[in-house]
Each structure stands twice: as C-alpha cells, then as structure tokens.
C-alpha cells in the first residue's frame, strides 16, 4: 500500500473551516491533521449517536465527515 499524499495542513484547515462559525479547540485540530502527515496514514473519524435516529439534522455533520474524506482521511458511522 502506497502512502497518502494529504495537502498542507493550512489547506486542510482553510477547507474543513468553510461553513463553520468555530472550531472548538481549533489547535487541538490543527495538532490531528499534522499527525496523519507525519505517519503519512488516514485520519479516522466517526460520528456515533446511538440515541437518535438519522433525520435531517444531521445533514450538517454527514456533510463535514465527507470533507475529512475529500481530504483523505476515512469515516465510519
């Protein structure tokens, strides 16, 4: 397995920070995507809420997984 070319993390960050007011701990962010740089491997993300069902509410949280996975990390729910 070859290993993955991931854009600058200022790129990264300039791109997941569209459509957001905040990033609540921004540097704690910024810290994760430097490390999938380093070891040249995927960031993984879920997002788990077994207490709700899907609605359209998360649309928005569905939407910025797929900018993770845009970016070359992967996602699971």
Do not use: W
């Not at 070319?5 to 994760?32: D, S, W």
């Not at 788990?48 to 992967?74: A, E």
Request: positive net charge; aromatic residues 6%; charged residues 25%.
């Amino acid at each position: 397995m070859t290993p993955a070319k991931f854009k600058p993390v200022e790129e990264q960050l300039a791109y997941l920070k569209k459509g957001v007011a905040e990033i609540i701990p921004e540097a704690e962010l910024k810290a994760n995507l430097k490390l999938p740089e380093n070891r040249q491997t995927p960031a993984s993300l879920s997002c788990v809420d077994p207490l709700r069902p899907i609605s359209s509410g998360h649309t928005v949280v569905l939407r910025k997984l797929r900018h993770f996975q845009d970016l070359g990390h992967t996602r699971s729910f």
